[in-house]
Structures are given as C-alpha cells and as structure tokens.
C-alpha cells in the first residue's frame, strides 16, 4: 500500500525539493521511490508515493497525469475504482478529499504560501520547525480516545474530514486563498422507509454479496479474514466461502485473560470450513508490539483493539497479501450505544449531544482531577460538543436510531475504526478490504425503519434475519460483547511495569498535562468508573497509548522520570486487597 507525501504552491522550488529530500531520508526511502511533479505558471507541485516493505512494487495505477493536470487516487483495498482518498493538481488549484468511511487519513500544513500534505502525519515533522502537541487535539484525544477531525495532536497540522474536499488556489499575486471546506456526502435518511421485513432481507442479501463481488479484484491465491466470532466478521466470512474464495480465519487468544470470544470463531470456522489460526494475544506478546503498533498507527489511539489487531496484520501478512474485516456492521446496523440512549429516553432532553459525548467513557466531565491548571486554562473555551454536532445534526434524520447511526459512522467509524485498521494493516503492507464500507449497502440501510434495526432488546435485528441461514444460530443470535480486551488484568498485571513508566509521577509533572498523580485517581475510582470495573484500564490504557505516542511518534524526550515505581504499586496491591 503506497504512502504519499507532497507539496503545492508558490515559493522557492530548490528549498522545497531540499525539505522533500529531507522527508525521504528521515522516513528511510529506498529505491522505489515514485515522483510526479507539476508546474502551471509561478504554481509548483509535487508529490511521492512509495511502500516502506521491501515486498510491493509500485506501479503507476491510481495515477493520472496531462501537462495541467494530475490526480491520484488511493485505495486500501486497493482496488482504484473504491478510491479512499484523491489529490489533484488543476488549474492552480489543490484539492485533496477523502471518502465518507474515512479508510485512508489525509493530513495537510501550510508553510507560508506552500500547502503540504502527506497520508501519514510523521511524514509532516520534517517540515515543521518544531513540532509541537496540539491542545485542542490533546483534549479531544482525552474526550474519545482519538483526535476529532480537523484537528491532529500536533499543533498547525490538520486533517481532511471524511466526506470532505479542500480546494485551495492561488490569485495572481502569487499568494494561496483561504482554504474551502466542501461536504462532498453526508449521510441522510430516506423519506419513503421500507417497514416490511421480507423485502427488506431479500434486499439485505442481495446488497450483502454484492458488495463482496465489487472487493473480489486483485485476489491472492488465498485471503485473510479476521473472525472474531461476532456477527459481522462472521458474515464477511460466509459471503466469501458463497463466493468461492479460498479463506483462511485468524481469531485472537487472550489466553487466560478476559472472556475469550475464541470458541465463537472456532464454532465459525467449522461451520464454514476454513482454516483457523489462532494469534496469541497475551501479555508477552502485546507488551512486545507496543511500540510497534503506536509508530504504525501514527496518530494516538487509545483504544485497547489496537495492539491485537497490528498482532492479526502480522499474522496474517505471513500467508496473504489481503485481508476482510467485519468494521462498519455496528454503525450501519445499530450496534452500540443506541439500545441506552434510547431506553433512557434522554433523547428527549435538551442535552442530548452531552447525553452522547458521554458514551465514550473516556475523561470528558474529569478535567478538574486529570490535568494541570495550566492546561485547563487552555481549554476552558473549548467545547467538545462542537466536534459532534454536525454528525449528530438532526436537519438530515428524522428518527433517532438512524440519527445514532448516522453518528457512529461519521465519528466511531470514520474518525477511529477505519483509519486505524487501514495504518495497521498497511505496516505489514496488508490491502485491507470492508464489506460493511459500501456505499450503496450503507445508503440502503438509512431507508430503514427503526424497529427492523433494533427490535426489543434486539439489535441488528435485520442484519441477523438476513444471515441466520448462512451461520449457526448461535452466532446470530447470542448478545453482541464486542472485542473481549482484557485491559484490567493487562494495565494491573503483566503490564504494570510499562505504565507505571510511561506514566512516572516526575514524567507527567515536567510534561505539563496530565496531573501527576493521575494514576492514583484513577485506581481509587475518581475518574471513569470504579475500582474493579473494566473502566479503570480503559483510562490507565488510554494514557499509555498518549504518553507512548508522545515519545515514539512526535519525538519529544522523556525528562523528569522519578523512582516511584515501587511505591505506586504497593499502593496498588494494598486497593486490590481491600
């Protein structure tokens, strides 16, 4: 999978092939090294794409070029006709704009009257002075456990939304415009709803292996699926065994940790008659990917998912060279978080968008007893309810459940899920292919009424009629748990030792972000949950996975480590024995 970083503007062009040069040797290009460069008049471009393996060619596929013109689309199925993300050069305008799945992440920084802009943010560093972490993306990072788009974590860097284009252009004075913003799709729900549930299913099925047809180009011999059992991974596996591919299943095992969704892949599998391989994910092996996985997803992710799922990618890039995930069943289908929001009514309340923020359960409404006041004075005047607002708009849906799914998608999937999985599965060079991710199947299913989403305590209610034939009903039917992370018994077990460093009391004090006695507040219940409730490793895990990022990404340097290891964890014995 290419990576593509570059420039577009008026200024000095030897300055600007030095800094490109620069970017290469930092980010250790070799040989296969792509360039494309443009010139219209006193406007200069230029752009590279490579692959960081050593065992992917590039070839000229995805790219479009005339004497005034230049396109390049990305795919991270990569499939041309599904393009994720598309840089253009035209007519002393650049336009960079991405899908409304928001697979592949586009990043951009202006340096005078040059736009630079590149896939992944640590191509960017080298052409920032000094890079510096972005308070309104450290917040935003703490409120969902990612930076909302535009934002990044780092300071004067930002992100193409999905959906989105950005057009800038240069007058004749040589100098760039300011930058417009256009919604290219936002999700909207039918006027006519389908409410009979036959037609429904068999438009359902039909939308189902279609979609799987439109991602079947470019096979290897053999393809990857990653089955974790639930329902969506493993209805991507069966639409793949109906279509005549050779599959191969890799499941995670947690060992004796968590509640292991293993015996449900397992189950699966043998219905369908694929190989399964079983990746270990116990402490050992997580604790060794760490740093791994934080440098291949680029930006923080504070999600427990993460490091497993780089531990599939490099499990599977052993034996395929494509994989199918079941990411995108959730928001489509009424996943998660809608059946409490509901039942609670509060969407009746004024503040619904609170009501909303607060499912992320991460430290939006704890500001006071996890940050520095100096911090606090930073964000005072920030609001996060801004960074939700537009994907929980009622002006586009009329019923609340489609309103909810409309919301996952545009933040848990475009902003989270799906950039993730593309940068994970991209480090081991992995085309990373979601069924769920179709257009025509996620504009169908807002046609949908309410109860075919969710019935009673039912969810995905129509998901699992259309697929209760292809699978056994106990995969269908049992209750969703999502990914069984064990992040409890990691972050105070086997784990300990690398959060108690990352988080060094002297550490956080010389940083000037977290309170340093943040992880005390944390296992004593103050902030996110209780003691004992998987809560506490949420948080203890979300701010490793910053404070990881801080110093393997960004580059800053790890200054004022104190040795209060062993105290900190006596004191977490002595809260475990009470």
Known sequence: MKEIVGYWGSGNISELKTILTRIFSQA???????????????????????????????????????KEFCQVSLS????????????????????????????IPLYWFQKEQVIWFATRIQLLLPVLDSPQVSIPGFYGYN??????????????????????????????????????????????????LI???????????????????????????????????????????????????????YALDFGEYGISELPFAEVVAKHLEIPLVKVDATPKRIKSAMKATVKALDLPFGDGVTIPIYLLCEAASKETSVIFNGEGGDQLFAGWT????????????????LQYLRTF????????????SELISQIKNINPETWIAEALNPEFINNILARLRRASLMLKGAQNIHPRATNLGKAFNLRVRSPFCDLPL????????????????????????????????EIVWREK???????????????????????????????????????????????????????????LWLLLMWEMWRVEVLGEKVEGKVFDYQLLWLRVLQKFKK
């Open 481 to 539: 748990r999502g990914m069984g992370v064990p992040l409890n018994s990691w972050c105070l077990g086997e784990l300990w030792g690398e959060v108690s460093k990352r988080l060094n009391q002297g550490i956080l004090k010389f940083e000037g972000f977290y309170q340093e006695d943040i992880i005390l507040k944390v296992l004593e219940g103050e902030i996110g949950g209780q003691i004992r409730q998987r809560r506490i490793g949420e948080v």
């Open 338 to 353: 809608n059946k409490p929001l509901i039942a609670a009514g509060i969407y009746n309340s004024e503040d619904f968008n």
């Open 361 to 372: 359960h991460r430290l939006y409404g704890y500001e006071g007893q996890c940050f520095q």
């Open 76 to 103: 991270a199925a990569g499939i041309s006709e599904l393009a994720d993300a598309v840089i253009k050069f035209e007519n002393q305008r650049l336009v960079l704009s991405r899908d409304c799945f928001g697979r």
């Open 195 to 249: 409410k009979d549930e036959k037609t429904a299913i068999l438009q359902l099925q039909d939308l189902l292996k279609n979609s799987i047809y439109r991602q079947l180009s470019n096979l290897p011999q053999e393809v990857g699926v990653f089955l974790s059992g639930g329902l969506d991974s493993s209805v991507v596996a069966a639409l793949l065994v109906q279509a005549g591919v050779k599959v191969k299943a």
């Open 143 to 192: 409120c969902f456990s990612y930076v909302p788009t535009p934002l990044s974590p780092i300071e004067n860097i930002f992100t193409v939304p999905a959906g989105c284009e950005i057009v800038w252009e240069i007058n004749q004075n040589h100098q760039i415009q300011n930058h417009q913003i256009q919604n290219c799709y936002r999700w909207q729900e039918t006027e006519d």
């Open 28 to 66: 250790s290009v070799e040989k296969e090294l792509q360039q494309v460069n443009y010139q219209k008049h006193d406007c200069f471009g230029a752009l590279a794409q490579w692959s960081f393996t050593n065992n992917y060619s590039i070839s000229n596929e995805g790219i479009f070029k005339t």
């Open 442 to 473: 996620a504009e169908w299913s807002f046609a949908l009424s309410g109860e075919l989403c969710l019935q009673g305590n039912t969810e995905k209610y129509i998901l699992k009629k259309a697929v209760e034939s292809w699978l056994p009903s």
